[in-house]
């Protein structure tokens, strides 16, 4: 798999100008064809897996076929900004009709629209051929092939993988299961920063006095013992030394 994504790079380097969108190969997106899914990946590993439905035509990229291309291609387009989940869209416009899940009757093209650029000979035409990944309202039929040559989403799915996707992602579909890629390593929360940098403010000003002049509790406390301690010390040292002979004799009940 990196093999042949690092020739199809190595030919978009040497024809730039061919491509309005630059590249970013550190987000891609696998479509099985097999597996029915799409599969997000960021620097090579593995964040998310989505259904999908690709064409009940079958696998091609044919002129005037309703055909699932094929190998690499790329985002070249996103369409649907802070569109509305089942946002009616024709001829990538918003009509203005929003339609529910499984709406009766109608399978428009809805909520977001992901338009693919074919990097290869064998998916040339897709960009031509308007395919898409973009929801449908026919959400029952997500997870088989049943559409007349683009990828289709659930909204819900459409929104979310639409927000994690840049211009330029590649995009690769294939007919075979999904390949085993590792697991993303989760993020850290911002949360959970922040409570840390909370908590190592608090810790350096108990360990220091604050920028007024004024002492916490805690150090009033601390500063208190060691007073004390002071004191004692003090006290020990103030004692007179008696020699060992003085000692002896004041230790000596018949002196």
């Keep these: 798999m990196l093999r042949p994504l690092a020739v199809i790079l190595s030919l978009i380097s040497i024809a730039p100008a061919l491509f309005a969108t630059q590249i970013d190969p550190a987000h891609q997106l696998i479509i099985s064809v097999r597996d029915q899914k799409v599969m997000l990946l960021e620097n090579g590993a593995m964040v998310t897996t989505y259904p999908v439905s690709t064409s009940k035509f079958g ?3 044919f002129l005037g ?3 699932t291309p094929l190998g690499y291609l790329m985002v070249a387009q996103k369409i649907g900004d802070n569109a509305p989940v089942g946002a009616v869209f024709h ?8 339609l529910t899940p499984n709406a009766p009757g109608r399978d428009p093209v809805i909520t977001r629209i992901i338009w693919l650029r074919g990097l290869e000979a064998q998916n040339a035409h897709a960009f031509y051929r308007c395919i898409y990944i973009h929801g449908t309202p026919q959400e029952k039929t997500i997870g088989r092939p049943a559409s007349y040559g683009c990828i289709r989403m659930k ?4 929104a979310a993988l639409y927000n994690q996707v840049p211009l330029g992602a590649i995009v690769q579909i294939i007919p075979d ?3 085993k890629v590792p697991k993303a390593s989760p993020a850290r929360s911002s949360n959970t920063m922040t409570v840390q940098v ?9 360990a220091s006095p604050s920028t007024s002049g004024s002492l916490t509790v805690e150090q009033m406390r601390m500063a208190g013992a060691l007073a004390a301690e002071r004191l004692k010390s003090q006290a020990r040292k103030a004692q007179p030394v008696l020699n060992k002979g003085t000692a002896m004799v004041q230790n000596n009940p018949r002196a």
């Design 155 to 158: 909204s819900s799915d459409i």
């Design 91 to 98: 001829n990538r416009r918003f009509t203005g009709e929003i």
């Design 177 to 179: 299961r999904l390949p």
């Design 65 to 67: 076929r309703m055909t």
């Design 59 to 61: 696998l091609g990229d």
């Design 198 to 206: 909370e908590k190592s403010n608090a810790q350096e000003r108990l």
